[in-house]
């Protein structure tokens, strides 16, 4: 008796959802106090077609943390059935290609789909500068989407940068280099 009991409990925990219930990790509507890692991507810089680059959600509630953004992050957050219009906050462990290649998806993509808001960005020193020479790299497609035929929501492409000192976890106050 036991056994046939704990096949059908096994079963119920491995069976994929059914109908319109959403992924197995996600609730439909999230409890203020519930938390959830999503591994978005664990890919390295080699590229490879069934791993997407280095991005994780921790959703608190219905906020959701992003850390890092490798290629792919929109379309797996999209995956994820997570907010593709901008996550709570964006916090890059550190500047290398691999961790930063889908940032300007992030920033435009989001807006595009409708963030109203600036992105919040939290990384270490040069972050300020990355996100000013990708902002300067689409000037032409920000002008177009909020001065040409679409006039799209005029400030959700930009962000407010919080540069994070090395050792000590918390936000630097001033200039970000």
């Not at 679409?150 to 962000?159: A, N, Q, S, Y």
């Amino acid at each position: 008796m036991r056994a046939p009991a704990l096949l059908a409990a096994t079963a119920l925990l491995v069976a994929p959802p059914t109908g319109d219930a959403g992924p197995l990790l996600m609730p439909r509507a999230p409890a203020a106090d519930t938390t959830v890692i999503v591994l978005l991507g664990t890919g390295m810089p080699r590229p490879d077609p069934d791993a997407s680059g280095p991005a994780t959600a921790i959703v608190v509630g219905s906020r959701v943390f992003l850390f890092d953004a490798g290629p792919g992050v929109e379309r797996r957050l999209s995956a994820a059935k997570l907010p593709i219009n901008g996550v709570t906050a964006l916090f890059l462990t550190h500047l290398h290609s691999d961790h930063t290649l889908g940032l300007p998806d992030l920033i435009f993509t989001s807006w595009v789909m409708g963030r109203r808001t600036p992105m919040a960005i939290f990384g270490p020193h040069a972050t300020r500068a990355m996100t000013d020479h990708i902002l300067a790299a689409w000037q032409e497609d920000i002008a177009i989407r909020t001065e040409g035929l679409e006039h799209g929501i005029r400030d959700g492409w930009r962000r407010p940068d919080h540069p994070v000192q090395p050792g000590n976890g918390r936000a630097a106050r001033g200039r970000l280099g």
